[in-house]
């Protein structure tokens, strides 16, 4: 029980100092109710269009090799950057046609409008954790290129198939601009360039 007392204090004091959001009071009641569907800002052409439906049908066929309960899932959420990030092996990424790797990144910015309106799908914390609610907030405000692709390897953890965090490999232009660590060290390739 200490133990437990322990950790929520963390995770309180945590949540409180490295939010990203606006400062007002997230009750669980307002975090639960459904948010209304964002309306879209950007036009998407058919090119485009294209390119979210091939991403789609390459995620779906590779899913099964990613090891990740949810996948895409928030990322960040307690940081000045908080994004949907997309999951793949180093060796599937290396794998893939520089088309393929764009297609995904177009599939995972289209995301974001599900996520939004269905955040609870995307988060992988437990609904019982203290900072769900907060969570759920987070993800329903993520700005339109909030988005990152995340590259790691399968490993074996308490005897479940997991996947090691190794880089950002490339991400949206807001969270990209925002970072401010130390050396730019842990930011991807600048979606709006890798696009290119």
């Not at 007392?5 to 009641?29: D, F, H, N, R």
Request: proline share 8%; with cysteine; glycine share 4%.
């Amino acid at each position: 029980m200490k133990k437990y007392i322990w950790q929520l204090s963390v995770l309180t004091l945590l949540a409180g100092i490295t939010s990203c959001t606006p400062s007002t009071p997230i009750s669980k009641e307002n975090a639960e109710q459904s948010a209304p569907a964002p309306k879209p800002t950007k036009t998407i052409t058919p090119e485009i269009q294209s390119r979210i439906i091939r991403g789609k049908q390459l995620f779906e066929k590779l899913k099964l090799k990613i090891p990740s309960d949810k996948n895409p899932s928030g990322w960040g959420q307690l940081s000045k950057n908080p994004t949907l990030a997309l999951y793949v092996t180093n060796k599937i990424w290396k794998e893939l046609s520089k088309s393929h790797q764009t297609d995904l990144t177009w599939f995972v910015e289209n995301e974001i409008t599900a996520a939004k309106t269905q955040p609870e799908r995307y988060i992988d914390i437990p609904q019982t954790a203290p900072l769900y609610p907060r969570f759920v907030e987070i993800t329903r405000n993520l700005c339109e290129s909030c988005w990152s692709i995340i590259l790691g390897d399968p490993v074996r953890k308490d005897g479940k198939l997991t996947m090691t965090i190794d880089k950002t490999i490339v991400q949206g232009d807001i969270p990209w601009e925002n970072d401010d660590s130390f050396n730019h060290c842990c930011r991807g390739v600048k979606a709006s360039q890798f696009r290119q």
